[in-house]
């Protein structure tokens, strides 16, 4: 599942229209469909933490994104940027290829108006920090559209539109080139387990067995003998996966 | 799509250095990200050792004391005043058994820039001793990016006219830009094609590896050649008889200077922590633990029959 951070309602409503998501009844402004799970934060870093970890403690996700508009002195509004570098210390791992231009950005715990800047926004490092708790930083993204030269000012939903919906394609293949983690099939190992009460220990060794052999693409032996002493029958387990 | 160094991270004090922006114009679609230590950039724990292998980052760096290091007892049986310095960090190629996996926290390559202070604490310690064994391919295969940064010419260059053997060691076959110098080792790694295929991601295989060690040997070089490790393959007898023949066959041994040989064997601490990153049958085989080293139960059976196997010259096992 992809995780979105989103700090306002307006900055949201386009992909939660765009991909169907649902509202949850939660503590958090929740958005959810099978496979996207949004959260609103409001503004700041510390929210956007807060929010972050709360979405990564309570569901299972492989990829974070947070999505939002961000202020430029250099670029020009309507832009869309993947980040690559926050306040010039974090590092989100930029390691499959995409449709964007990468920038670095500045976060600041107050409304920036003048300066020379990429980017800057609100919520970027607290929403990191928070996510590095969990993931990897190959599986943190920060994609931001810019929104004004730092410029304070209150979009309205005809201007977040025009801002958002010309990049919504890029976003969808994007978070479908994030990857999720590849799991085996470990099943017969809590069958034997269960059904031969074997210990845990035991149950770890025969786990690296079964490893050695789905990795080594070897037929795993059928094993259904009769239930005798918990010691004996780990041993004939054992015996059955031949290295 | 190969997506390599599509990222290069510069420290800001060494973005300047002609050397630095002689790579930089080599990769003309990367993105320059400045940075103001590569600890900063390679040193954090939420990175992905694994996943950066799909994408490897390059950091261009400057290194800071000690240069160089002594050697563990067990290397210096090879040579005496056995040294080894790390010019980069991290290897392009991708192989399983590899110890760096277990080592650092990222897998994005390191190069640091400032040869010259490399040059001066390798020189103040060869003045001291006399002679030295210096190998700059320990905690990389310096050879493999030699197309792109040429950092092994550049120390073949400094050593030249001076008692410091060069070693390189390596998979790579990138030989052609060396004229034949009396004091660069070159030090090939083999294995059976087999565990190249499975284990060894990214590196030439063997029959390039074979006539690069040709190449050498017709230039007047005497490398040596290392089987480390010998992974238990399944029918492991055969899959190494065959190699091993298949390689003196193609190669005379007396041209060879030494052959250094030992089984896969691994610090505990290093297996548990590649075991839980990267999915290879090597890291679920039974083997037994001794003194904090992972290695096979059977080791000493198989050391035996290997040295069945090689031809009666120099020998090094590890």
Partial sequence: MTGIVCAYFKEAKLLIEYFGLKKRNDKFSIYENEKISLIISNQGRLNSAIATTYLLSTRKISNIINFGIAGSSEFEIGEIFLVNKINNKFFPDILISHPFRESEIICFDEVVESGNYKLVDMESEGFFKAAIKFLKSHQIHLIKIVSDNLVCFRPSDEFMNNLITPHLKNIENYINSLKEPKHFDLKVVEDLAKKYDLSFSQKEQLKNRVMYYLLNNLELPDIDFKKSERKNDFRRIMNEFKI | ?318
């Fill in chain 2, 1 to 318: 799509m190969n997506l390599r160094f599509s990222h290069i991270y510069v420290e800001k004090r060494v973005l300047n250095d002609s050397y630095v922006q002689k790579i930089l114009t080599k990769f003309k679609g990367a993105e320059i990200i400045e940075i103001n230590h590569y600890k900063d950039r390679f040193n954090p724990y939420y990175q992905s050792f694994r996943a950066q292998k799909q994408a490897q980052s390059l950091i261009l760096a400057k290194k800071e004391a000690p240069f160089i290091y002594g050697a563990s007892e067990l290397i210096q049986k090879q040579d005496k005043n056995f040294f080894y310095t790390t010019p980069m960090l991290n290897c392009i190629y991708d192989c399983h058994y590899c110890f760096l996996q277990g080592m650092y926290p990222s897998s994005n390559l390191v190069l640091f820039v400032n040869f010259e202070d490399f040059f001066d604490e390798v020189e103040k310690v060869y003045k001291n001793l006399g002679n030295m064994f210096l190998s700059i391919s320990y905690d990389t295969d310096i050879l493999a990016v030699e197309n792109l940064f040429g950092v092994a010419k550049i120390w073949a260059d400094f050593v030249k006219n001076k008692d410091i053997k060069l070693e390189l060691r390596t998979k790579a076959v990138n030989v052609d830009g060396f004229e034949y110098q009396k004091n660069i080792v070159f030090a090939f790694s083999l294995s059976p094609e087999i565990v190249i295929e499975k284990y060894e991601k990214y590196t030439p295989k063997l029959d390039s590896r074979i006539k690069a060690i040709k190449k050498v040997i017709n230039k007047g070089f005497r490398p040596v050649i290392v089987f480390d490790p010998i992974i238990k393959v399944p029918n492991y007898k055969k899959v190494y008889e065959e190699f091993i023949k298949k390689i003196f066959r193609e190669i005379d041994y007396k041209d060879i200077e030494s052959i250094v040989y030992g089984t896969f064997r691994m610090n505990s601490t290093q297996f548990k922590i590649i075991k839980k990153q990267l999915l290879s049958d090597i890291y679920y085989y039974p083997y037994s633990v001794k003194n904090g080293i992972v290695e096979y139960k059977d080791k000493e059976e198989i050391i035996k029959f290997i040295e069945s196997l090689l031809p009666n010259i120099k020998k090094f096992k590890v």
